[in-house]
């Protein structure tokens, strides 16, 4: 099975704060993702990558930045908190096999900026 | 920019009750996945189907999907308590990419 873990599951941080969100994938999966969930707006994509050492934006990107240093973990950086950053926070890791990308979600880090 | 929306927003039903929802998307795909998340918790697959394809079953999950009129349907049927939880479907577009879009998500209670 695959298992995607994510480093916290409850994180409280303080404005201005560097915040670090990891996720690890044991799969050797090319393709990881980071998504934001807020009531109402269902998930949004932030950054993805395809490769290590490789990023794209996603929907959302402003005021986060990301890392793949290696191909199992992809780290979601938030260089200054800001209390509109509080939110679920899911990690993703896919790879295409015969057409299908389907996403194996790890349990998600619920983030609360004061 | 949100591709699939999913109706009805929210569902209550009666365990052993069937369970319909529907998810219409805007632009060409490759394919359509629905997935499933249990409160506070990541979102788990359920089934994908092929934008050639019409119809498919996986135990008691049942889904359609018409790309004429760009909609998709999920069907749980005899639900149990055990069912309630957020549904969403997803697309993934025909380039040569990985992404995909979800909706914003159906809530579904099953009353025992």
Redesign the interface.
Known sequence: DVK?TQSSRYLVKRTGEKVFLECVQDMDHE?M?W?RQDP????R?IY?S?DVKMKEK??IPEGYSVSREKKERFSLILESASTNQTS?Y?C?S?I?LS??????????T?LTVL | SQQGEEDPQALSIQEGENATMNCSYKTSINNLQWYRQNSGRGLVHLILIRSNEREKHSGRLRVTLDTSKKSSSLLITASRAADTASYFCATGGTGANSKLTFGKGITLSVRP
């Open positions: 995607v393709n993702f998504y109402g707006l269902g998930l994509l993805f395809y996603g929907d679920m899911l993703a896919s295409i057409g299908r990308n389907t996403q194996y979600f790890g349990p998600g619920r």
